[in-house]
């Protein structure tokens, strides 16, 4: 998996959000539209996407978008 | 010999409760968006002396009077359900009596949740194929929202209550297939009420915060969604599969899906990871919620008699969540 594939992917789960506003080292929790909602969308994407199992938990200790990346790429 | 549903009704408590009920609570809560995801508009809530029992009663009595059956022909009940009226007897004995079934019918609960038609299915399959019964009448009825907290207003957003009834015969509208069944009890605590069983008897009025930033109540009904979705991302796809090799048909000669409703984020998601086309694929949970053991039967009649199944149809059908577990078949439409 790449690093700008996976803030493209990520970016797409937002609604509201411009994708400009995503970057490797945004704080998405800290984005007006971060909600438990878009924490399933995440999931659901990682799991159909890479085969990757992320609970909400592991989305909720990172801060920025590539340590997402980096946590899920590790598995 | 073969088994067949042989019909299907439904009950929905008279209680209605909107999103705009809801959002009267819950002010500060982006309604719309939720209601878009989640696919529900408003839900069915059981008053507070109707029980899962009473519910179940009301939809036998209602496919006795649709299909015209005299519930003496009835030789078997199943009641599924995980908010029986008492700890013991089982609700089903009790329904025996109240619905005037005959005393030579075998009756038990059985304690399955979003998989419990699926479960109902087999097992009335299993009796008619096994000489046991002739006429086996499936009920599934919840009331999960007495186990939902006040303030838990996603939960309270998805499921509604619901009961439905459907009987399994020699002989009816669609022959009963082959199964697939599964279970992974690893999963227990991820959708769970923990307290007023054997295990913690008392309440214990504890709440914490949960990984995904949720209350999580021991003595009010718990559901980790994130564990709960990646568990059906997981097993649902392989079932599929393993659904048409057991059945021998391709993908192609399935007309239609029900699957149970959970809700339609994660349907969606589903279809889309399965390559499965919308029209063929059943979403509809507006106006009833997720009602838990009953919406692949309420997605079946719903389907029926909007005729998105008809005659010859091969459907296949599916159920997974609380346990965790999970099962699915084909019906073929006469």
Redesign the interface.
């Known amino acids: 998996m790449e690093l700008q594939d996976f803030i493209k992917n990520f970016a797409e789960q937002f609604?509201e959000t411009d994708a400009s506003e995503i970057q490797s080292d945004t704080c998405f929790q800290e984005l007006e539209e971060w909600s438990?909602?878009v924490?399933?969308?995440v999931?659901?994407f990682v799991?159909?996407q890479y085969n990757k199992?992320v609970?909400?938990?592991e989305?909720?200790s990172c801060d920025t978008v590539e340590e997402l990346y980096s946590l899920i790429a590790s598995k | 010999m073969k088994a067949y549903i042989k019909g299907i009704s439904y009950y929905l408590p008279e209680r209605v409760v909107t999103n705009d009920d809801l959002v009267r609570e819950f002010p500060e809560w982006s309604v719309e968006k939720v209601a878009a995801k989640v696919g529900v508009y408003s839900r069915h809530l059981a008053a507070k002396e109707e029980t899962a029992g009473d519910m179940a009663e009301k939809a036998a009595r209602s496919l006795f009077q649709e299909y015209n059956i005299d519930p003496k022909e009835i030789d078997f009940l199943l009641l599924c359900t995980q908010s029986p009226d008492y700890f013991l007897p089982s609700t089903s004995c009790v329904l025996q009596h109240r619905l005037g079934i005959s005393s030579t019918s075998g009756a038990f609960d059985y304690n399955l949740g979003c998989s419990g038609c699926i479960y109902g299915l087999a097992v009335a399959k299993g009796l008619i194929m096994g000489n046991i019964a002739k006429n086996v009448l499936i009920l599934t009825s919840e009331t999960y929202n007495k186990y939902l907290h006040p303030t838990d207003k996603s939960n309270r957003s998805i499921f509604g209550d619901g009961a439905a009834a459907c009987l399994v015969s020699t002989e009816g509208l669609a022959e009963i297939g082959e199964f697939v069944l599964g279970t992974d009890g690893s999963g227990a605590e991820d959708l769970i009420v923990k307290t007023g069983g054997s295990r913690h008897k008392e309440q214990t009025g504890v709440s914490e915060i949960d990984e995904e930033g949720h209350a999580r109540y021991d003595d009010y009904l718990y559901m980790n969604g994130g564990a709960i979705f990646n568990f059906t991302l997981e097993v649902v796809p392989t079932l599929i599969q393993q659904i048409l090799e057991k059945n021998q048909v391709r993908k192609d000669e399935i007309d239609y899906y029900v699957f149970h409703q959970a809700n339609k984020f994660m349907l969606n998601t589903i279809r889309k990871v399965c390559a499965i086309s919308k029209d063929k694929f059943y979403i509809n949970m507006e106006e009833t919620g997720n009602t838990v053991s009953s919406t692949v039967m309420i997605g079946l009649k719903d389907a029926l008699e909007k005729e998105l199944i008809t005659s010859a149809n091969q459907v296949m059908i599916t159920g997974f969540g609380v346990g965790l577990s999970y099962g699915g078949c084909i019906l073929r439409i006469e």
Do not use: N, P, V
Request: hydrophobic share 45%; net charge positive.
């Open positions: 609604d438990s909602l924490a399933m969308s999931i659901a799991k159909t199992a609970t909400g938990k989305i909720r």
